[in-house]
């Protein structure tokens, strides 16, 4: 979703600003911009440079005619009130104040229409420019840029994170968030405003996150927030780790390719924190509930993660014995759900910040359901409001379709699966070994799977040609049939689905032809037979079948299938996190042979922090 920088600087602010948008790219947008202060006192003017489209049209634009200031805003704009073009890029802005929003303001045709009856013209058709035109009306009847913004914050209904800066006031850039997250970064001297630590790195290693309600005040040297309540705050400064390198190519084509290559490391990097090698034990941190009491659990999530939590359901109840529900968080709140006393909702999330997820994790809670999140940025909202967080360390993911963040997600769900069957007395210390065991040796099979890249590669050559391919996989390897059908829907955009093998015959079996690659996930497990069984009603049809499974599954079928990947032998249990991998890298190859955008798919965000 959109990406927000700003600072007040000690010299020209304008090439940061574009840096930090670089770095925010990842979330998806389709148009940019950037206004600083031009001139000093009563003759000091606002200026803006916008641009649709990526972010070399708006470096083509500053080139041509470039911007000073020491004191400036900028902003990446995904599209939701208004088409993607120059005039409702952003910044906003009137003669007296500037701003750039994340979010959706409800009321906004309300505000427009009362601001145009007193005179406010608007020149976009976003939803933002209503802000702008508050503040500014507050600010002509002589209100200070901290009162205006006070005031208009009062009267706006909707999820946004803002930055603002005044004419005339070259030491003030004021931030508010509610819904959306915004974040201070603390310089030597200077000051910024960012959507999240990565637009920041280039700039400072300390960052304030700023929580529901906050309002910031930034001067050069320091920084004031008040709560939703006005009352002033302290919030914790943070020292974030997030580095050029990690969010570099480091010499791979895309961002998506780098990720799919660091899931080794980063698998071991989530093992290391949440395993204890020496005793093979699960280790979780302090839940401050007992699991044992647990008679429920509903696991939300959307998008890549919520196919995690529908493997996870699998492991849950074979381990524990404990009924599971997974609901899409989109849905989860509008039904009528009937609250266990003692049930336990877990939300997954990638940035902490998903709107949706977060609006379902406080039902829950309302619903007295002990809270606990599995997110990859710990001082994000969604950990902040839990009972408890499993963090994943897949580093900062940068490309919009999610990889080694779905990995590290299903190895810190499994551990959560093994932790809640032993506290439930379900499985002994010989059996948790056994599980750990096997997720042990997950970092180096993974190495292995890379292996397959130019086999896979080659491959893709067939899938990028089809309009349609399915997805086929039992018990465990239905929820990677469907990711892997969604990570071909966004990158290449080829039509995919994923299905489980048993329902073919039950409607999908109608599209098979030989112009239809079907992707068969079969790790030789209890379930295996019954999926050989389904492929060979495929191939008797004239599909196409592109077979993953190991080497006793492909000693016995391997030679029927139109291709073959051989993928390390392992238990069961761990085999959904290692076949992630080949449907990532065959969805990356077949994107990179049409000629997508890999690492922002059209229409799509990384951060999806509005509904």
């Excluded at 800066?165 to 997250?181: M, Q, T, V």
């Excluded at 570099?248 to 990720?259: N, Q, R, S, T, V």
């Amino acid at each position: 979703m959109c990406g927000i920088i700003g600072i007040i600087g000690k010299g020209e602010v304008a090439p940061h600003l574009i840096e930090g948008l670089k770095r925010l790219e990842y979330r998806g947008y389709d148009s940019a911009g950037v206004a600083t202060l031009v001139g000093a006192g009563e003759g000091q003017t606002i200026e803006r440079r916008r641009a649709q489209g990526k972010l070399e049209n708006l470096s083509r634009v500053l080139g041509a005619n470039p911007i000073t200031g020491r004191v400036g805003i900028g902003h990446t704009r995904w599209a939701t009130h208004g088409v993607p073009n120059e005039i409702n890029a952003h910044p906003h802005a009137t003669e007296r104040v500037a701003l750039v929003h994340n979010g959706i303001i409800e009321n906004f045709q309300e505000l427009k229409k009362e601001l145009e009856t007193s005179g406010h013209k608007f020149a976009s058709d976003t939803d933002t420019e209503a802000v702008v035109h508050l503040i500014d009306s507050f600010l002509q009847k002589g209100m200070s840029p901290v009162d205006a913004v006070k005031s208009s914050l009062g009267h706006i209904e909707g999820a946004f994170a803002l930055a603002i800066i005044f004419s005339g006031h070259d030491e003030l850039i004021i931030g508010a968030r509610r819904g959306s997250p915004l974040a201070i970064g603390i310089g030597d001297g200077e000051m910024y405003l960012g959507s999240d630590a990565i637009a920041l790195s280039h700039l400072t290693s300390d960052v304030i996150y700023l929580e529901d309600g906050d309002l910031a005040v930034l001067t050069p040297s320091s920084s004031e927030i008040f709560d939703e309540n006005g009352s002033a705050v302290k919030r914790k400064v943070t020292h974030s780790d997030t580095s050029d390198e990690a969010v570099g190519k480091g010499g791979y084509a895309h961002f998506m390719l780098k990720e799919i290559y660091e899931q080794p490391q980063v698998i071991g990097d989530t093992l290391s924190g949440i395993i204890n090698p020496a005793s093979r034990s699960v280790t979780l941190p302090d839940l401050s509930f007992d699991l044992a009491g647990i008679d429920h659990v509903t696991l939300v999530a959307c998008g890549t993660s919520f196919y995690a939590c529908q493997v996870a359901r699998y492991w849950i109840e074979e381990l524990a014995g404990i009924a599971v529900d997974v609901d899409v968080a989109s849905e989860y709140r509008y039904r009528k759900i009937p609250f266990r006393k003692n049930g336990l909702a877990v939300f997954v999330s990638q940035s902490g910040e998903t709107a949706d997820t977060l609006a379902a994790l406080r039902f829950a809670k309302k619903g007295g359901q002990k809270i606990v999140s599995v997110v990859n940025v710990g001082e994000s909202t969604i950990a902040r409001e839990s009972d408890a967080t499993l963090l994943t360390y897949a580093g900062p993911e940068v490309g919009v379709a999610s990889t080694k963040a779905f990995t590290t997600q299903l190895v810190v769900l499994a551990c959560f699966s093994i932790s809640l069957a032993r506290a439930q007395g379900k499985i002994d210390a010989k059996a948790e070994a056994q599980l750990v065991e096997a997720l042990v040796e997950v970092p180096s099979r993974a190495l292995d799977v890379l292996n397959h890249d130019e086999r896979l590669k080659e491959l893709a050559l067939e899938v990028a040609k089809a309009t349609d391919v399915l997805y086929l996989g039992r018990a465990t390897s239905f929820p990677i049939a469907m990711e892997g059908a969604l990570k071909l829907k966004e990158i290449s955009y080829i039509h995919a689905e994923g299905y489980p093998a048993g329902e073919m015959k039950h409607g999908p079996i109608a599209l098979i032809d030989e112009r239809v690659p079907v992707i068969v996930i079969a790790p030789t497990d209890d379930l295996f037979e019954k999926t050989a069984s389904n492929m060979q009603e495929v191939i008797a049809r004239g599909g196409r079948v592109i077979f993953l499974s190991d080497k006793q599954g492909c000693a016995k079928l391997g030679n029927i299938a139109a291709a073959t990947i051989e993928l390390p032998s392992v238990n069961a249990f761990v085999a959904p996190i290692l076949y992630a991998i080949p449907v990532q890298l065959l969805a990356y190859h077949a994107a990179v042979i049409k000629g997508t955008d890999v690492d922002q798919p059209r229409n799509l965000a990384k951060s999806v922090t509005v509904e």
